[in-house]
């Protein structure tokens, strides 16, 4: 029986914002324990702290405690109103742009991917977009912190319930093959997206040049400090004609002089400072 005390509580928050970011304090005691107890059981821990001690000192690994305090709530099209907008405003203006210039190549980073749902419907958002998308130089790149849930995303296939979250008869029918007990998105929109984990936290050296970042519900469980510095360092990285999507909820007031807000399909995204024209 794992013991819970202040010191123990204290250990975990500080362990999980270092490794992630994540802001927890005692008024999460609820969520340690519903994350954490079992694997402090599994390895023998009498209380919390010593669980963090055998994490520090490497006897668990590290990936492991991610696995566990990482949300990994996702849908397909989650909200809706962003993938209008990319739909019927971001591609459309990339694309022409893009056009004009001779160059068929299209870069997209979808940040805390998930089971990946989202840059499949980005792919998929595509594809709907973009009749001649396989003549295209095209690639997504889901990152996340997780390695199981990357694994997930990477196979591509996915169950009656997850299917049934946001998916539409219309995308099911056309982008996704049915396989036995399960559903696998198309080779089609597959070929379009890669994954990779990534931690939020650490340097974006070798990320980019990105057209459009989705960067949606996650930056809301990071302090202030590392959610502004997690999108000022996205601006270093997104074109200067590129586009931001963030969750409905993570707003970039204080950093109006990297980012405009502008309201499209009824969501808020952000443009590169730069690329406003007067």
């Known amino acids: 029986m794992t013991q819970v005390t202040a010191q123990g509580i204290d250990a975990v928050c500080e362990l999980v914002s270092e490794l992630s970011g994540i802001v927890w304090d005692d008024s999460k005691t609820y969520l340690i324990e519903a994350r954490l107890k079992s694997l402090a059981d599994e390895h023998g821990c009498a209380c919390y702290s010593e669980l963090v001690r055998k994490v520090r000192s490497s006897q668990i690994p590290k990936d492991v405690i991610l696995d566990a305090v990482t949300t990994n709530e996702t849908l397909w099209f989650r909200d809706n109103a962003p993938f209008e907008a990319l739909k019927h405003k971001a591609l459309p203006e990339i694309i022409d742009a893009k056009l004009a210039a001779g160059k068929k190549r299209l870069r997209i980073w979808s940040a805390a991917s998930s089971s990946g749902q989202e840059p499949y ?101 990071f302090s202030r400090e590392d959610r502004n510095s997690l999108f000022t360092r996205m601006r270093d990285i997104v074109t200067d004609d590129g586009w931001l999507f963030t969750g409905s909820s993570e707003t970039l007031t204080e950093l109006r002089n990297s980012w405009d807000s502008q309201q499209h399909c009824g969501t808020t995204c952000y443009r590169p400072k730069a690329a406003v024209t007067v």
């Open 121 to 221: 419907s980005i792919a998929m958002t595509i594809a709907e977009t973009l009749p001649d998308f396989r003549q295209w130089d095209i690639q997504i790149l889901g990152t996340d912190i997780s390695l199981s849930i990357l694994k997930e995303a990477k196979a591509a296939e996915y169950g009656e319930l997850e299917i049934s979250r946001g998916m539409s008869d219309h995308y099911l029918r056309k982008y996704m093959v049915k396989k036995q007990e399960c559903w696998t998105v198309s080779d089609d929109i597959r070929l379009m997206c890669s994954f990779r984990t990534r931690n939020l936290l650490e340097t974006f050296m070798g990320l980019g040049p990105f057209d459009i970042i989705f960067c949606r519900n996650v930056a809301i469980y």
